[in-house]
């Protein structure tokens, strides 16, 4: 009999490898294990004394070495068969990157997300953690400060992701009823800072802050190492249930520009959601206007249940701020807009949001004079 292929050698090699000798606590299958929170809490599992293996599933192999990998797309059903042995599933294979195509998009979340959990149930996984946002309480006035993790998810489709977030949470409502004995938790983040880019982390790439007048803003964020903890409680059932997670309270407005030294330009609500709108629009923008509520009006969550649980935060608000501020300098947005160094400074500080308002009521008088036509 001839020899097994190097390739396949190796793998077996890791596959036995990877589990831990004797080790105790759950397999856990991690998808969108390759990059971003994926890949961290990947590389933290895997180093983890209370967890006996990885199972890493990815559309491309990423770097953590211990972990089993899977080269496969989530919405392929044979994913099943790749999770089968696993205890856990923690889904990460999310894209809510502001230039993808909004369809496309929502297509990969929500049937991605479809695929694993009935993958789950079929391959006899007894427990799947999902990940969302805090976004999905909305944005509102009138929203308590902080929110519970029971309080009412409020949120419309109008912002970058948030549909598709929301049909996710709907989709892990349901599941326990179509799959008896699959248990699905849910966690929240804050706005998450650490290696992302979202609407949220590009607001402090402005060369002002913009602040709709009347408005209350209030700032909490999320690191990603704490995301990345606070999702090992949720693995090995120390929290269950929805979870929120994110620094301890939060910064109002003013803290913000203070600290980060970043001075304001207030614009009238009637102004700034409608020039935003109509950038979005014609293409000039890849924000929607509902991204804006979230920088209006307090989305500030408790995170009581993991606290309940042990669990704390390991940065504050100001210590994730500072480091946001830092990843941002020397990147240059207008209303979501990045732009090169060149245009930037050519535009000037305030002078870029005014070019850009100004372009959305040009085209807008534009098109009331072909109709006038």
């Known amino acids: 009999m001839s020899s097994p292929d190097p390739q396949v050698r190796a793998a077996r090699n890791q596959s036995t490898s990877s589990a831990r000798p004797g080790a105790r606590g759950p397999v856990v299958a991690v998808t969108g294990a390759a990059t971003g929170v994926g890949a961290l809490l990947t590389a933290r599992l895997a180093a983890s004394d209370e967890v006996r293996q990885v199972v890493a599933i990815d559309e491309r192999r990423g770097e953590c070495e211990t972990a089993r990998w ?106 326990p009823r179509a799959h008896p004995g699959l248990n699905v938790s849910v966690v929240r983040p804050a706005v998450l800072v650490g290696g992302m880019d979202t609407a949220l982390t590009r607001y402090f790439e402005s060369p002002r802050l913009l602040v709709v007048a009347g408005s209350r803003p209030a700032w909490q964020f999320c690191h990603v190492d704490d995301l990345c903890s606070a999702l090992e409680y949720a693995v090995l059932e120390k929290a269950d249930g929805e979870l929120v997670v994110g620094c301890d309270g939060w910064l109002e407005q003013e803290e913000v520009e203070e600290l980060s030294g970043i001075r304001r330009m207030e614009l009238p609500s009637a102004v700034a959601l409608g020039a935003a709108a109509r950038l979005h629009r014609i293409g000039l923008t890849p924000s929607p206007a509902g991204d804006l509520a979230y920088t209006m009006y307090p989305w500030v969550v408790s995170g009581s249940r993991l606290h309940d649980a042990g669990w704390r935060p390991k940065y504050t608000n100001e210590e994730v701020l500072a480091e946001l501020l830092e990843e941002v300098s020397g990147r240059h947005t207008v209303a979501g807009r990045r732009l090169g160094r060149k245009d930037a400074t050519a535009a000037g500080a305030a002078g870029a949001t005014v070019a850009l308002l100004g372009a959305a009521a040009v085209v807008r008088r534009a098109r009331k004079a072909r109709r006038r036509i």
Do not use: F, W
């Open 70 to 175: 899977h080269v496969l797309d989530v919405r392929d059903p044979a994913v099943a068969e790749k999770l089968r042995g696993a205890d856990v599933v923690v889904h990460l294979a999310l894209d809510l990157d502001l230039e993808t195509d909004a369809a496309a998009r929502t297509a990969y979340n929500v049937r991605g997300t479809q695929t694993v959990l009935t993958a789950a149930a079929a391959a006899g996984v007894r427990r799947v953690v999902l990940c969302t946002s805090a976004m999905v309480y909305g944005a509102h006035p009138d929203n308590e400060l902080p929110l519970s993790e029971d309080a009412e998810l409020r949120a419309t489709a109008e912002a970058t992701g948030v549909g598709d977030l929301l049909e996710i949470e709907r989709l892990a409502r349901r599941a």
